[in-house]
Every structure is written in structure tokens, then in C-alpha cells.
């Protein structure tokens, strides 16, 4: 993910954390997925409002075509979740997701829409590979600040959260892609075979330790 995206989103998260404080979260490298520009599509009245950095409208990337980019991604990486996970009783898989824009909607809702709505293929996918033993890891870029409310949004849409790394204090040192590389090498160190890595950033895919990785759609950096 870009870095100056999240110079954007802690302010927006902050606000959003104060706005949320009554609610009961303060109470508790071979790439399947083609990473293609989108094509027209007539807007509709279904369709929700855009959302992009620094709330300017994502005018390039519709949000049905992106929900099918995304779509057919899944559609390739369920049959093979399947396919590895069969046979595999007491081994410790797991696969590593991003989350904006591959687990929650981002960039297609404003910040006060809270919590951010789930990416429905993925979130599927997720329940799926977790109801088959594998545990579901989201490596971010998010800042270490809002690590409880990024945890409480994931769960309070539905994903099972076996592990969420954010951007502590030395992390901001590394790269981007330097640092998910590392965590996904924690997450190995841990006894876990990283058989999916899913994200829709290269920084998010490269640096190996995952048996595949798929990439949804970020049409050239338009979507971050």
C-alpha cells in the first residue's frame, strides 16, 4: 500500500475512533489474479458513493467492475485452497491477507462508515479456508495506533482474526514490502506453511515465504 495513504487514513482513523468511542468496541510469487485496467460500465443508482485519498472520487474505477475483478481472483484461489487443504489433518496452514481494499472496502466508503464493509468474496474465501483448519493472518500497513479498532472492524464483519500485524514504532523503518516479507516470516516461524498470500499491492506479495500468491486489482495504482 502507498505510504502516503496512510498519512491520510491515521487522521481519518483517529476521527473515526473518537466518533466510535460509545460503541461496543470500547466494551470489548506466482501471481494467479491478472491485475487489469477496468472497463466502462455505466454508473447505477445500487451503486455506492467512491471514496479515494484524501476522499476524492476514484473517478477511473468503478465499483462493479472492481467487485467482479475481485470475483473472479477468488474464483481461482477457492479451488485451490480446497485442493491443499485436503488430506492435511493436524497441519498448521494458514494464509496471510491484506486489508484495504482486499479484506474491507477502503476506498469505497468514507471513513465515518463505520465499521468498513468486508470485501464479500474475500471474506468468503476467509471463512472458508477456516472452516477446512487453515488460521487467517492480516499483515497491514496500518499505524500500531489503531490496531484494536482494525481488529475490532475485521471481526465485527466477519472474518476470523487468528493474528493482525500492523506498523509498530520500528516497523516504520523497514519498507513496506520489507516489512510484510518479515511478518509473513514470523508467522512461518511460527510452525505455520503460508499457503495463500492474497493482497492487491505488489509490496503486499513479494519477498516469498508463501506457497502462491494471488492479487486482486489495483488498475495501476488508481485503487491502493
Request: charged content about 20%; hydrophobic content about 45%; proline content about 6%.
Amino acid at each position: 500500500m502507498h505510504a502516503g495513504k496512510w498519512r491520510i487514513r491515521s487522521v481519518a482513523a483517529a476521527a473515526a475512533l473518537a466518533f466510535t468511542m460509545a460503541a461496543p468496541v470500547a466494551a470489548a510469487a506466482d501471481s494467479t489474479g491478472a491485475d487489469r485496467p477496468a472497463t466502462p460500465a455505466a454508473a447505477t443508482a445500487a451503486a455506492p458513493l467512491q471514496f479515494g485519498h484524501a476522499s476524492t472520487l476514484l473517478a477511473d474505477v468503478d465499483y462493479g467492475t472492481w467487485q467482479r475483478d475481485v470475483a473472479a481472483v477468488v474464483a481461482v484461489a477457492r479451488p485451490y485452497v480446497e485442493q491443499r487443504t485436503t488430506n492435511t489433518s493436524g497441519a498448521k496452514q494458514a494464509i496471510v491477507l491484506d486489508i484495504d481494499n482486499t479484506s474491507l472496502e477502503t476506498d469505497f466508503h468514507p471513513f465515518w462508515e463505520y465499521p468498513t464493509p468486508a470485501v464479500k468474496p474475500v471474506l468468503e474465501l476467509a471463512r472458508y479456508a477456516k472452516s477446512r483448519g487453515v488460521d487467517i493472518f492480516f499483515v497491514t500497513a496500518r499505524p500500531g495506533i489503531i490496531h484494536s479498532l482494525t481488529d475490532y472492524n475485521l471481526k465485527k464483519v466477519g472474518y476470523p482474526v487468528d493474528g493482525l500485524y500492523v506498523r509498530d514504532l520500528p516497523d516504520l523503518f523497514d519498507e513496506v514490502s520489507a516489512y510484510k516479507t518479515g511478518k509473513r516470516a514470523a508467522i512461518e516461524a511460527k510452525g505455520y506453511t503460508i499457503i495463500a498470500n492474497i493482497g492487491n499491492n505488489t509490496t503486499d506479495l513479494v519477498g516469498g515465504h508463501a506457497e502462491k500468491t494471488f492479487k486482486l486489482p489495483d488498475y495501476n495504482g488508481d485503487l491502493s
